[in-house]
């Protein structure tokens, strides 16, 4: 892949651009979560461009955004083009599958959530065993329980930020991880900022053991 030409935390080689799919169910915070890579990216100093609601955002409904990092110019991700999925639900991460390649990334937590849809048109839910191993096919896989994680941190709600926590452990964003955290304790309310630090550094712990074994 492409390495970034400058990168001013380290100095690590790193992609001249980074193509991240969002995806998830409404009420899970995908949205929020695209928005503070965006603010990161910008704070950072570097060309972001985050893509419009993909879906239904109301609690319920689908969601996906994109974020595009470095020498872009569009924040579509074309077929076959993302770097990294990260996604709330397995099925959600297996439903954006045409959008990776053999060196792309997923990242999903693995506690399926039933849409309203599947529940009204009494739809099977597939077996998420099955889902990964199909996701595994097309990919890497780093699959972790974020719901648990979030959980410990001391709200589920966190799930959002743990997964921001595991996307930061790959260490392949533009950014330092400590500026990712600064922005999502600048951008998420006060009253949850020790359980956000808390799910972020868990959700970053488990993918850099993961990436260790």
Known sequence: MPIWSDRNQGGEEMREKLSIVLAGVGGQGVLTAASILGKAAVKAGVNVLVSEVHGMAQRGGVVKCTVRMGNVHSA??????????????????LRHIDKVNKDSIVITDINPVIPPSVIFD??????????????????????????????????????????????SGLDILPFSHEILLETIVDTLPE????????????GREEIISKRDR
């Open 122 to 167: 009494k739809i099977e839910y597939p077996d998420v065993d099955a889902v990964l191993n199909e996701i595994k096919k097309h990919c890497k896989l780093y699959s972790l329980d974020a719901t648990e994680l979030a959980k410990r941190a001391g709200d589920m709600i966190a799930k959002n930020i743990v997964l921001l926590g595991a996307l």
């Open 191 to 202: 009253a949850y900022k020790d359980i956000n630090v808390k799910a972020f550094n868990f």
């Open 76 to 93: 579509l991700i074309a077929r076959g083009t993302a770097d990294v999925i990260v996604s709330t639900e397995p099925v959600e991460a």
